[in-house]
Nanobody, 124 residues
Framework: QVQLIESGGGLVQAGGSLRLSCAAS????????MGWFRQSPGKEREIVAA????????YYADSVKGRFSISRDNAKNTVYLQMSGLKPEDTAVYYC?????????????????WGQGTQVTVSS
């Protein structure tokens, strides 16, 4: 079992930056692919970014390319999402997820464990 705890959400003005962190329990974190998803009211949960177990291959949704960056520190069992150039449409609850298979995942159905989420609100 893996527990994921997100932090770093909050209220920011458009154009601002935030860094989300996701701390994972367990000794097998370094073998998992990780992802960040978001969900706003009335919408499906969508992938934002993903990173392989090694930190090499990454994936970004078109809507965040060039603005968001995913990274991981396997020594600290933590994955990060650096968000810059934030827009009001980025407002959502952001979830961290872990995928037992180490390769990239692209949809919510490919991930096995989930955090509780952290709210990000971008004001215009």
């Amino acid at each position: 079992q893996v527990q994921l705890i997100e932090s770093g959400g909050g209220l920011v003005q458009a154009g601002g930056s935030l860094r989300l962190s996701c701390a994972a329990s367990g000794r097998t974190f370094s073998s998992y692919a990780m992802g960040w998803f978001r969900q706003s009211p009335g919408k499906e949960r969508e992938i934002v970014a993903a990173i392989s177990w090694s930190g090499g291959p990454t994936y970004y949704a078109d809507s965040v390319k060039g603005r968001f960056s995913i990274s991981r520190d396997n020594a600290k069992n933590t994955v990060y999402l650096q968000m810059s150039g934030l827009k009001p449409e980025d407002t959502a609850v952001y979830y961290c997820a872990a995928r037992i298979a180490g390769g990239l995942g692209y949809s919510r159905h490919e991930f096995d464990y989930w955090g509780q989420g952290t709210q990000v609100t971008v004001s215009s």
